[in-house]
């Protein structure tokens, strides 16, 4: 009896900590959360950091959102925008101001099946290989901008864009730098938050368990008494 009971406590402890853990992670924007993984990886090597621009993070996610069909196997993204569609269909969707427009100084793109936290989709989706971190230590680049879309089941897709624009005047969002909301996903340096419903789910399911448990707790509580 109170072993049954000190079990059931245990459950209901363990599970109230993943809420809490899950309500926590989803507190910020995972985006810019990437963003400092990816100064931190530049500092470390006595690079400048980049500025985090949120004209260039809505392109990031514009260039995933049109992506999003295309996840291989084994994480890679077969896609490659037409260049125009920079400035024909990205920019425009966004509320970049066009003649703030730079120039794209590299892109690093990545996939996979389930949610990752920024960190682990640093290492192990974006920046796997000597490539995409030579990509990440180019000194041409002086900001930075990430995207992030994701479904119920996944994929989810990641896109880094850098530019070599001069801080807070290139890629400028109109309406005072908040651009065009997004309906879908999240980009680094955004004004709104994140439109995903991924780690919501896992929120929900989460209170969903620990009602569930606390009502059987109760209920043979109840029988043995
Ligand atoms: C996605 O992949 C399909 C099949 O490989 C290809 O036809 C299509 O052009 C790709 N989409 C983009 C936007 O590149
Ligand atoms: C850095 O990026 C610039 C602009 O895209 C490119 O021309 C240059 O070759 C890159 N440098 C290295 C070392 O990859
Ligand atoms: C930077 O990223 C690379 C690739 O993921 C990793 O091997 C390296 O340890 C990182 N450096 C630091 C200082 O985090
Ligand atoms: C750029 O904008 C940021 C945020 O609005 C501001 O904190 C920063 O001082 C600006 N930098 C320059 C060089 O104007």
């Known amino acids: ?18 809420a809490a853990v899950v309500c926590s992670e989803n507190h910020g924007n995972p985006t810019n959360d990437l963003v400092d993984i990816i100064n931190k990886n530049r500092t470390a090597q006595k690079l400048p950091q980049l500025n985090d621009s949120p004209g260039l993070g809505c392109m990031a996610l514009q260039y995933v959102e049109l992506c999003k069909g295309n996840c ?36 690093i793109v ?3 099946s389930k949610y990752m936290e920024p960190s682990l989709a640093f290492s192990h989706v974006l920046v796997k290989d000597k490539k995409t971190l030579s990509i990440l230590r180019n000194k041409s680049h002086t900001e930075v901008g990430v995207g992030l879309v994701g479904f119920h089941k996944g994929p989810f897709f990641w896109c880094v864009l850098f530019s070599d624009g001069k ?3 290139s890629f400028v969002l109109e309406d ?40 059987i707790c109760h209920l043979n509580h109840n029988l043995i008494d």
């Open 1 to 18: 009896m109170v072993k049954k009971l000190f079990f059931c406590d245990w459950i209901l402890l363990c599970q109230l900590w993943l």
């Open 72 to 107: 291989s196997n084994n994480n890679a993204v077969n896609c490659k925008p037409p260049e125009d569609d920079f400035t024909e269909v990205f920019a425009p969707n966004c509320g970049v101001e066009l003649p703030t427009f730079g120039t794209i100084t590299g892109h």
């Open 110 to 112: 990545g996939c996979q």
């Open 167 to 169: 801080t807070n005047s």
């Open 176 to 215: 005072q730098g908040k651009g065009i909301k997004q309906k879908k996903g999240c980009f680094s340096g955004s004004a709104f938050p994140c439109n995903g419903v991924e780690q919501r789910t896992a929120v929900f399911l989460s209170y969903i368990i620990t009602v569930g448990i606390l009502i």
